[in-house]
Every structure is written in C-alpha cells, then in structure tokens.
C-alpha cells in the first residue's frame, strides 16, 4: 500500500500539529486524486488551526489548508472534466459552481478535509484547469485571494477604465487587486501603515499610496485624489469602525466589497451618509467555479503574476505559519512535491 505525508491536528494550536503518514487515498466515483504541487496559505488558516473559524465548529482531528495546485495522477468511474497528467487547482467552495451559493457548499481546509497532504482526493466538480502561465506555486495563489479580488472587482463590481479603486492594506488579495483593477484601466489606490510597502504597491502598478501612520483622515485624501468626487469602489479589508471611513472616502452611488475583518469582527457606519450616499455594500466570501475558470483565461491572457514572498518546504509547514503570522508581502507558500 502506498503511503503518503499529510499534516494533521488532534488539539487546536499550531504547537499541535503534526505530519503524519497515511495511505494515499483512491478515487471513487466521480472523483479524482491530485498529487499536490503546492498549497498557498491564508490567515484563514492560522485561524483555523488554532480553534476555527468564527462561528464555525472545530472537528478533529483535521487538516488545514485550502488553496492548492497539482496534477491529476489517478480518475474514478464517470470522471469526464479531468485526465490524468491535467494541471489542476482545488477550488475553495466545494459545491458552489456558478450563481448564488447553495446551502449545502462546502469549504475545503474548514468543514472540509484541507490539502496540506502529499495527495488528496477531490470531487471533479471541485477543481478547474491550472494557468498555462503559471509555475504550480505561483498557481496555488489563486483559489483565496486571486478569486476574492477577482470577485469582488470584474464578477460583482463590473470594474472599468476611468474608475478608481481603493484598496486597504498590503495583503494578498488587495496585490491581486491592484494588478486585475490596473489591466481594466481602473486608477488605484493604496492605504498602509507601510511606507516600504507603498513603495512596492506603486511598482506593482498602484496610482497613489496613503501611508496611514502619518495620515489617519485617509478618507479625506482619498476624496481630495478623486477631485472631491470620492472613489468608486473600496475594498474593506479592516472591518470594525473602519467602515465607516471607507463610506465617507466612497462616491455618491459607489460600491464597497466587505471582504476583511483585521479591526474586528463586528463593523459599524453611520446611518444618515449611507442613506444619503446611496451605496452598494456586499460581502464577497471569495467566488464561484465558473468565474475561477474566468479568471484562470484572465490570467493567462493578461500575463499577470502573482506576488510570492517566500516559498517553504513541506516538512516547514511550522515556520510558514510563523512567517505568515509576522506578515509578509506577498503569499507564502508551501512546496508539496515536485
């Protein structure tokens, strides 16, 4: 019987985890198995690891991690999307295929098993074609923070030239952000605490940056960058109180996509502005398989890259979670196999 690594946890915390070995998993009907590549990490995870996400029950033992890239080494009865040898990336709804998210999705590395094995075993329905374009460790960047970002901008925001875009912080899905708003002619721009990290959002293409130590009105100088008009869309990556500075930096009509919670789970905004300001305020838990297919032609049509800051091996899996939990720019990412 082949066996194979997979990482486990049997009491929540990272201290706990362990890598474990276990039998290479077969395909049953409909299903295929994925000799994993790489697997990208979120703050999602380290949240999930050390107790859950909120609201969410912890079940264990489990396997954390959600974003994978990887071939397809072996195909159960009936499978007809993929062959072997096909490049593939695990989707982060497992269920969800296009329209509105049914009841009964699922999320890989939360009520799912998650991917930070050597081999998983994936429903054909939950995985789509890898980018040409792309290394697999650049691919694996894709299923959390490329299809947010994708999401919330060309799925639900419809964003177009002459626009311009706000994003909050550094993080994986507003690099994503930045690249997919500025190859839709859309101006761009950034808040942070960092200047350094300004400097490289401008190089990724950024049009102006507001270094938030030094300015904390920053929805006011955001409104000054627009002519006083205000921006078009804000990506609300804060949470908390924050949203309420995001709806006085928004224009009349605008959209804000509510997609972070780092002040804080609970947010709050006045009443009167969003009233008068008449804006469209959503929720984007990343997306759909039929639009990570769009986004995969996007990818490859437009050459866009990911931002990778530092690539560990499978046996570090420890020090990822460390490094990521220091903040980085740009993904982390976990080399699985060859």
Known sequence: MQTMGKWVFRQAGVQHLALEETAVPTPGVGEIVVRVAAVALNYRDLRFINGGQSGTALTLPATPGSDLAGVV??????????????????????????????????????????????????????????????????????????????????EKGTVHAGQTVLMQGTGGVALFGVQLARAHGAQVIVTSSSAAKLRRMRE??????????????????????????????????????????????????????????????????????????????????????RAFDDLVR???????????????AFDQLPAALAHLERGAFGKVVVKVGD
């Not at 081999?119 to 299923?143: D, F, G, K, Q």
Request: charged share 15%; hydrophobic share 40%.
């Open 73 to 154: 080494v072996a195909t159960g009865a009936g499978v007809t999307r993929f062959s072997e040898g096909d490049d593939v990336l695990g989707t982060f709804w497992a269920g969800w295929i296009d329209g509105e998210c049914p009841p009964e999705a699922r999320v890989l590395g939360g009520s799912l098993p998650g991917v930070l094995a050597q081999y998983v075993v994936l429903n054909e329905a939950w995985a789509v074609r890898a980018p040409r374009t792309l290394s697999a460790i650049e691919a694996s960047t894709l299923p959390c923070a490329g299809l947010t970002a994708w999401f919330a901008l060309v």
């Open 204 to 289: 990724l293409g950024a049009t102006h940056g507001i270094d938030r130590s030094e300015t904390p009105d920053w929805d006011r100088v955001a409104r000054e960058m627009t002519g006083g008009q205000g921006v078009d869309h804000v990506f609300e990556l804060a949470g908390g109180d924050n949203l309420g500075a995001s709806l006085r930096a928004l224009r009349q009509g605008g959209r804000i996509s509510l997609i972070g919670t780092l002040d804080g789970y609970n947010m709050s905004l006045p009443s009167i502005p969003s009233f008068i300001g008449r804006p469209t305020i959503q929720g984007i838990g990343v997306g759909h398989r």
């Open 298 to 312: 996007a990818v490859d049509t437009l050459g866009l890259k990911p931002v990778v800051d530092t690539v560990y």
